[in-house]
């Protein structure tokens, strides 16, 4: 367990009180001519006997009934020479416990400083029993000399070679004393944290109202201890938790001293799940006020931004297409097709895809009389990835070699056949749709389950948020799509997709992290425009009330644009359109997007068969 320096010394609480002629402490007056009426006070967590106490020039020892006597506050109490702390007034009650030395009311149970002095005093107790007193023999307070001022409560446990009592246990003795509850109000109950919570969490704090005096949006560290503690940062370290109420999934710590508390809650399965802070009166009282909540922190997804230009890269997109591969001359190829991007980037094979983005320079070899070729650098040097598209005496592809000279890679392959992507055919510009755009679609599938799609979209910098209401019959829902996304070489291209639903009372987020990136069209779209998309997809779904689960597949799809002039005549009207094909393998989709808005006309979803399983239509 880290215990923290302290940085104060320990203070031990004696308050004095009532007026007594004489009682059972062990005194030294070394000032006997005072006139000043004696007063007694006891010093509690179970009497506490063997701590000397200092005031008004008198010295003694706490007795069996942790009795001492002074005329004049304030009073010092030391162990050996381990300052305590000290009182400056007297109060009325005959008793002194802990928390008054140290300022704290007498219904604090959790603060950290409270919690170290609580643990010392039973753990110096002489025979373990401290149900009836707890004795500090003479010797063991010798053993404090003066470097046990500032020392750690572990060193200070060391020094005395005792072994410290827990937390749970020094707290729930110390409030049967003080005839407190646990500080959650009447019906709290003592918490004990589940070993699955247990652990060391790194937490963004969202702000509702002000007064918590935490920076909103800031992130801490908080550390879920295994002894029921919770360790806030550096110098707050919380303990005692409580069930308040009747909700046994949530336990409260109380910083009395800062006037806040931390609700901790787990899932139904036990993991995390977040920390409430409010101020420092319980959540089922009058006067509680909620402040904000720390929640797991999730890094923002890294946006890869393509280069603008890459000289050369003209030379590459104007060889683009599918080609076959005939035969291989040197290593070895899994696939018979080569594919080059219409953005330059090239599917070598199953597996071996080199991105536009991580071209790192393309140099033009096309005037080498022997090997006219293109060549393509992924890397810092020759040494590592590179591409080399070989010319034949017309400028069309031979073959196509890849080369690594680290690892020893060396695969080249004969190629024929190949399949344009329409960058020479006709092309169209298709309108971005803008922020405040509104559509409704109307959503079909083969079970005859029909639902209405008002959605309106809001564009900033790299997101595009679509809002939408989902009506079906009487019911309705609401939903919210985000997607992350760079454009480059009329291509966008999709990293991060997160959806926010409200279906049946469930709140629903599902998180796609997509890898390397989805390629969708944008602004110019060209006839018989065709490439390949292949993605790995972490999608992760969170469900109110229950936990979270993580899927990953991956996914390849054959897009090509069947034309750029067709007419499309749906519910709303005839649009112009670009009809696009995206084949998956397991399913067909065929888009129909209006030119001048950005619109999805129709869109219907095929399986292996040929049959319609879904359709999307415009319906306004």
Same mark, same amino acid.
């Given at each position: 367990?880290? &215990?923290?320096?302290?940085?104060?010394?320990?203070?031990?609480?004696?308050?004095?009180?009532?007026?007594?002629?004489?009682?059972?402490?062990?005194?030294?007056?070394?000032?006997?001519?005072?006139?000043? =009426?004696?007063?007694?006070?006891?010093?509690?967590?179970? @009497?506490? =006997?063997?701590?000397?106490?200092?005031?008004?020039?008198?010295?003694?020892?706490?007795?069996?009934?942790?009795?001492?006597?002074?005329? #004049?506050?304030?009073? /010092?109490?030391?162990?050996?020479?381990?300052?305590?702390? /000290?009182?400056?007034?007297?109060?009325?009650?005959?008793?002194?416990?802990?928390?008054?030395?140290?300022?704290?009311?007498?219904?604090?149970?959790?603060?950290?400083?409270?919690?170290?002095?609580?643990?010392?005093?039973?753990?110096?107790?002489?025979?373990?029993?401290?149900?009836?007193?707890?004795?500090?023999?003479?010797?063991?307070?010798?053993?404090?000399?003066?470097?046990?001022?500032?020392?750690?409560?572990?060193?200070?446990?060391?020094?005395?070679?005792?072994?410290?009592?827990?937390?749970?246990?020094?707290?729930?003795?110390?409030?049967?004393?003080?005839?407190?509850?646990?500080?959650?109000?009447?019906?709290?109950?003592?918490?004990?944290?589940?070993?699955?919570?247990?652990?060391?969490?790194?937490?963004?704090?969202?702000?509702?109202?002000?007064?918590?005096?935490?920076?909103?949006?800031?992130?801490?560290?908080?550390?879920?201890?295994?002894?029921?503690?919770?360790?806030?940062?550096?110098?707050?370290?919380?303990?005692?938790?409580?069930?308040?109420?009747?909700?046994?999934?949530?336990?409260?710590?109380?910083?009395?001293?800062?006037?806040?508390?931390?609700?901790?809650?787990?899932?139904?399965?036990?993991?995390?799940?977040?920390?409430?802070?409010?101020?420092?009166?319980?959540?089922?009282?009058?006067?509680?006020?909620?402040?904000?909540?720390?929640?797991?922190?999730? @890094?923002?997804?890294? &946006?890869?931004?393509?280069?603008?230009?890459?000289?050369?890269?003209?030379?590459?997109?104007?060889?683009?297409?599918?080609?076959?591969?005939?035969?291989?001359?040197?290593?070895?190829?899994?696939?018979?097709?080569?594919?080059?991007?219409?953005?330059?980037? $090239?599917?070598? +094979?199953?597996? #071996?895809?080199?991105?536009?983005?991580?071209?790192?320079?393309?140099?033009?070899?096309?005037?080498?009389?022997? *090997?006219?070729?293109?060549?393509?650098?992924?890397?810092?040097?020759?040494?590592?990835?590179?591409?080399?598209?070989?010319?034949?005496?017309?400028?069309?592809?031979?073959?196509?070699?890849?080369?690594?000279?680290?690892?020893?890679?060396?695969?080249?392959?004969?190629?024929?056949?190949?399949?344009?992507?329409?960058?020479?055919?006709?092309?169209?510009?298709?309108?971005?749709?803008?922020?405040?755009?509104?559509?409704?679609?109307?959503?079909?599938?083969?079970?005859?389950?029909?639902?209405?799609?008002?959605?309106?979209?809001?564009?900033?910098?790299?997101? *595009?948020?679509?809002?939408?209401?989902?009506?079906?019959?009487?019911?309705?829902?609401?939903?919210?799509?985000?997607?992350?996304?760079?454009?480059?070489?009329?291509?966008?291209?999709?990293?991060?997709?997160?959806?926010?639903?409200?279906?049946?009372?469930?709140?629903?987020?599902?998180?796609?992290?997509?890898?390397?990136?989805? =390629?969708? @069209?944008?602004?110019?779209?060209? *006839?018989?425009?065709?490439?390949?998309?292949?993605?790995?997809?972490?999608?992760? $779904?969170?469900?109110?009330?229950?936990?979270?689960?993580? #899927?990953?597949?991956?996914?390849?799809?054959?897009?090509?644009?069947?034309?750029? +002039?067709?007419?499309?005549?749906?519910?709303?009207?005839?649009?112009?359109?670009?009809?696009?094909?995206?084949?998956?393998?397991?399913?067909?989709?065929?888009?129909?997007?209006?030119?001048?808005?950005?619109?999805?006309?129709?869109?219907?979803?095929?399986?292996?068969?040929?049959?319609?399983?879904?359709?999307?239509?415009?319906?306004?």
């Amino acid at each position: 367990m880290l &215990i923290r320096k302290m940085t104060v010394p320990l203070v031990l609480a004696a308050m004095l009180v009532g007026c007594s002629s004489g009682d059972d402490a062990t005194t030294n007056d070394t000032n006997p001519g005072t006139s000043a =009426q004696q007063r007694v006070g006891y010093l509690i967590d179970s @009497p506490i =006997q063997g701590v000397t106490y200092r005031c008004d020039g008198t010295t003694g020892v706490t007795s069996a009934s942790g009795s001492f006597s002074c005329s #004049v506050p304030p009073v /010092s109490f030391s162990l050996g020479e381990l300052t305590l702390g /000290s009182i400056s007034s007297f109060t009325s009650d005959n008793r002194v416990f802990p928390q008054d030395l140290l300022g704290l009311p007498r219904s604090d149970n959790s603060s950290t400083r409270l919690v170290e002095l609580t643990r010392l005093i039973q753990s110096l107790d002489d025979d373990g029993n401290i149900s009836e007193t707890i004795n500090i023999l003479p010797s063991i307070s010798a053993l404090f000399d003066a470097t046990a001022n500032g020392a750690s409560l572990e060193e200070l446990a060391n020094m005395a070679g005792v072994t410290l009592v827990s937390a749970i246990e020094a707290m729930e003795h110390l409030q049967q004393q003080t005839g407190t509850n646990l500080g959650g109000g009447d019906n709290a109950t003592l918490a004990v944290i589940p070993a699955s919570v247990v652990g060391s969490y790194v937490l963004e704090y969202s702000e509702i109202v002000s007064g918590s005096l935490i920076v909103d949006g800031s992130t801490t560290t908080i550390i879920v201890q295994a002894d029921n503690a919770l360790k806030v940062n550096a110098d707050l370290t919380l303990y005692n938790p409580v069930f308040v109420g009747q909700n046994s999934s949530e336990a409260v710590w109380f910083d009395r001293e800062n006037n806040l508390q931390y609700a901790l809650s787990w899932l139904a399965n036990g993991d995390f799940n977040e920390i409430n802070v409010g101020n420092a009166i319980p959540s089922n009282e009058n006067g509680f006020q909620f402040y904000g909540q720390y929640t797991e922190f999730t @890094p923002p997804p890294t &946006i890869v931004t393509p280069p603008a230009t890459i000289s050369n890269l003209e030379l590459v997109t104007a060889l683009s297409g599918q080609y076959t591969v005939a035969t291989t001359s040197a290593g070895s190829h899994t696939r018979n097709s080569v594919t080059i991007l219409a953005d330059g980037s $090239i599917d070598f +094979d199953t597996g #071996v895809i080199f991105p536009l983005i991580d071209i790192q320079t393309i140099y033009d070899r096309t005037f080498i009389l022997a *090997e006219p070729r293109i060549q393509l650098s992924y890397g810092a040097n020759d040494d590592e990835d590179v591409i080399n598209l070989y010319l034949d005496d017309n400028g069309a592809i031979a073959y196509i070699e890849y080369r690594n000279r680290n690892n020893g890679t060396l695969i080249k392959v004969d190629v024929s056949t190949q399949a344009t992507t329409g960058n020479n055919n006709d092309c169209v510009v298709v309108s971005r749709i803008s922020t405040g755009d509104s559509f409704v679609h109307r959503y079909a599938d083969n079970a005859q389950s029909i639902l209405t799609v008002t959605s309106t979209y809001n564009l900033v910098t790299n997101t *595009e948020t679509k809002v939408s209401t989902v009506t079906t019959g009487d019911a309705s829902s609401t939903g919210e799509k985000t997607l992350t996304y760079t454009i480059s070489n009329n291509y966008i291209y999709t990293t991060n997709i997160v959806s926010t639903d409200l279906a049946s009372g469930f709140n629903i987020e599902t998180t796609i992290a997509i890898s390397p990136s989805r =390629q969708d @069209p944008i602004d110019e779209v060209c *006839e018989n425009q065709t490439w390949t998309s292949n993605v790995s997809m972490d999608t992760t $779904i969170v469900m109110s009330s229950f936990p979270s689960s993580t #899927v990953n597949t991956t996914e390849s799809t054959v897009y090509l644009v069947e034309s750029v +002039d067709e007419q499309k005549t749906v519910s709303a009207g005839t649009y112009t359109t670009v009809k696009m094909k995206q084949d998956r393998g397991s399913e067909t989709i065929i888009t129909w997007t209006d030119i001048a808005t950005g619109a999805t006309v129709y869109q219907e979803t095929k399986d292996t068969t040929g049959q319609v399983i879904s359709t999307i239509e415009l319906l306004q």
